[in-house]
């Protein structure tokens, strides 16, 4: 059993965005060979839903959503070849596959929906920017994905979007993956009509939306 207040002082490193202290709170946990899936699950996690929460309420920005979101992912890293080691797997709520389409090169928002996705118990397989869709569903297959997340930051290439669903039908593919889609000109309607498993507005919306689907 692993005492309350250090479960707390891991959720706050977290809440604070404390890197140097998540990292370091992880380690002694290492180093008194606690289990490291209970110490991510009631120490970790609820630090990253936090900081959610407070986003969502207005009470934090951007940036500390982010130093948040950094947080947890360096103790994950630091956590992984332990858990490696002992032939444990970190729980995985599923495997994102996530990209900017082909033709377009903006990935901060791509980035940071990675990065929340990540810190909230997804593996993500980050492609990059300017992906063709061939890629992400190659990725998908080889990956055995869940998720295939595509982000569109033009109008122009947000028809590729719909590109990539007719893709996945014609491969006799479609509803093998849940498809989920973002970008400034992206919308529910437009996730609706062409066949999207759903459409977030922003990175936070992102990763509940995910923990919704990956529930079901």
Partial sequence: MIEKNRLSQMKQAIVK??????????????????????????????????????????????????????????????????LEKKNLKAKSLGTVIIGTIEGDIHDI???LVASLLSANGFDVKDLGADVKISEFIQKAENEEADFICVSSLLTTTMLKQKDMIKMLKSKNLYGKFKVLVGGAPVNKKWAQ?????????????AAKLAKTLAQK
């Avoid at 009509?193 to 919306?205: F, H, L, P, T, V």
């Fill in 17 to 82: 965005g404390d890197k140097e202290k998540a990292q370091k709170l992880a380690r002694q946990a290492v180093e008194d060979d606690l289990n490291l899936n209970d110490v991510i699950e009631e120490g970790f996690v609820p630090g990253i839903q936090e900081a959610g929460n407070l986003w969502e309420k207005g009470e934090y920005f951007l940036p500390e959503l982010i130093t948040s979101a950094e947080s947890m992912k360096a103790v994950m890293s630091l956590f992984q070849p332990e």
């Fill in 109 to 111: 928002g791509k980035n």
């Fill in 193 to 205: 009509d062409i066949g999207a498993d759903g459409y977030a507005e922003n990175a936070m919306s």
